[in-house]
């Protein structure tokens, strides 16, 4: 196989093709988010537990496709800025719940605006139907690849 064919045959891989531009819209929401002081994972942790108070840490990284070592990196700086608090289950030391304090739940009001502004770039972008599309595909394509597991 010569290297230019290699090359060539890897310019085209799915995955790299779906990390550059998942790369691209993460760094359109950041920059969108970026007034409320959060990243895109961020917020999305913060209305993950906004929406479902006191998850433990498998819980709310399954939730999200993570693994608990990620999720944990992920909360490192939230927790620091104390929006969330990380809670030992009274009934199971082992169990750890995550929830949102008073900051952190003032914040999702002032972050939301601005997570909808950057929904709505990106659709100006691709267009309404383009948007639908890729939607569509991408929840049929993950939970093809989920259930195939």
């Known amino acids: 196989m010569s290297k230019l064919l290699a090359a060539q045959e890897i310019a085209n891989c799915t995955c790299l093709r779906l990390r550059k531009a998942a790369r691209r819209f993460t760094q359109i929401y950041d920059e969108m988010l970026e007034p409320a002081g959060l990243t895109l994972p961020q917020f999305n942790l913060i209305a993950q537990l906004y929406a479902a108070e006191g998850l433990s840490v498998g819980d709310l990284a399954e939730s999200l496709f993570t693994d608990p070592t990620t999720l944990t990196r992920n909360l490192k700086p939230l927790i620091e800025r104390q929006l969330v608090e990380v809670h ?3 009934d199971d030391r082992r ?3 995550i929830v949102l304090t008073p900051a ?3 914040l ?3 972050a939301y605006p601005l ?3 950057a929904q709505s770039h990106v659709e ?3 267009g309404e139907n383009e948007t639908a599309r890729l939607n569509k595909m ?3 394509s ?6 195939g597991v």
């Open 95 to 97: 169990r750890r719940a």
């Open 138 to 140: 991408l929840d049929r």
């Open 88 to 90: 030992q289950a009274e």
């Open 104 to 106: 952190g739940r003032g």
């Open 142 to 147: 993950l939970d093809r690849l989920t259930s």
């Open 108 to 110: 999702l009001p002032i």
């Open 115 to 117: 997570w909808r502004k």
């Open 124 to 126: 100006n972008l691709l």
